[in-house]
């Protein structure tokens, strides 16, 4: 329950931070063109907490559905308004004024995405160096020359000093279709360049599992798997555990690392594992069963023991990525250039049924997710955010009718023809969006729900 409720915790604030942002570009932008904004509402149905703000009486609302909100202008269309007050009618603006407070809200979770990058980069960004542990056999990578010991320094023309650079790189690249170059230092420090097939990397491109396809370990620091700590009463001190103990093998399966062991142990949540171990040069079989444990809607096994401290280089593995604050507005306007044009590739692969729909989240990955990378620390978390924050932009500027992509489709009209749609033509536009968006939702929980389920 803790850990439900951490995650409920964590989305609702993702939630609250990337509406509060779009609604404000909205806000803030109309109030600058001097539009009448009568109310800010975070949140949809029965008011929680409302103020009225003083300079001109916009009444601010956080409402009890959360999933949303809106700002409400000013508009002859929607009630009766006073000939002192028809200049500040939204409907009584220009169509470039109309155009720039719709686009606003869009355009401030980029804004959004663009700061947190920034913010990282000036500060540093802490990730894992790219070096590749093993290979898979008979797998792509392997094909194009990969091998254990190298450490990937550019994928096509994108540098790649962490792994979480290379996975993007490798995604986006993947994309075009063509043989893609990757320049690596193999493990005795020669420079050379693996060839990843085109074809074969497109049909691994959308997937975030893209290293896992393309037959890449990457290297970890690794802990030997010895026991440092037992938990009083846990299942490990009943199985009779002590510190010291050098697991050998689980059910017959060799042991290499504490990772193997932890992989085990969560597999297995009571389910006895005759254990193999090594104590005072002697070996000796415990049978253990792990406690049932709950992390977020997963059920995993806990014995109760702790690993035991080693010296591990850590420098090996981490890489801080830091750039100064000019450098670093670039390359945060470009990472989420493009992170925004991976989207609308993927999504355009999805429309035309060469990528999968798994690609599709709907409020219950988006929740877990939140929950995972809150727990994982602040970094994690605002990195998630940014994500996020240009995934709501994206889905925004589609052209579907009640978005505001079809708000601005709608002034693109009238930009060529020169006079607005009709009322009938956009409210029938308006009961298709309705419909489209309804069938949009309806598939994200259908997929979320089917993920959930197993």
Known sequence: MPDLLYTILSFLVALAILIAVHEFGHFWVARRLGVRVLRFSIGFGRPLVRW????????????????GGYVKMLDEREEE????ERHRAFNRQELWKRTAI???????????????????????DIGSRPLVASVAPDSVAEVAGFAPGDELMQVGDRPTPTWEAAVFALM????DRRDLPVRVRDAVGNETVRWLDGVEMAELA???????????????????????????DGAGDRAGFRPGDRILAADGEPIESWGDWVAQVR???????????????????????PETAREGNEEIGRIGVVVA?????????????????????????????????????????????????????????????AGKTASHGLLSFVKFLAVVSISLAVLNLLPIPVLDGGHLLYYLIEWIKGSPLSEAAQLRGQQIGILLLAMLITLAFYLDLSRLLG
Not at 52 to 67: K, N
Not at 268 to 273: G, H, L, T
Not at 346 to 355: E, F, H, S, V, Y
């Open 102 to 124: 719709v686009a606003a809200g869009p355009l401030f979770n980029f804004l959004l995405a663009i700061a947190i990058y920034w913010g990282i980069m000036v500060g540093g």
């Open 172 to 175: 986006a690249e993947a994309l």
């Open 309 to 369: 401290d080693f010296d591990i280089d850590f420098d090996r593995y981490r890489v801080v990525v830091r750039l100064g604050p000019v450098e670093a507005l670039g390359a945060a306007v470009e990472k989420t250039a493009d992170m925004t044009v991976l989207m609308l590739r993927i999504i355009g692969r999805m429309l035309t049924g060469q990528a999968s729909l798994d690609n599709l989240s709907g409020p219950i990955t988006i929740a877990e997710t």
């Open 206 to 232: 959308e997937s975030p599992a893209i290293l896992v396809n393309l037959g890449l370990t990457p290297d970890r620091p690794t802990w030997p798997p010895v026991i440092g700590e037992v938990v009083a």
């Open 81 to 84: 308004v006073p000939d002192s």
């Open 267 to 289: 597999e297995r949540p009571e389910v006895a594992i005759p254990t193999l171990i090594e104590r005072d040069g002697a070996q000796l079989t415990l049978t253990v069963t």
């Open 52 to 67: 009225v703000g003083r300079r001109d009486g916009t009444e601010f609302v956080i409402a009890m559905l959360p999933l």
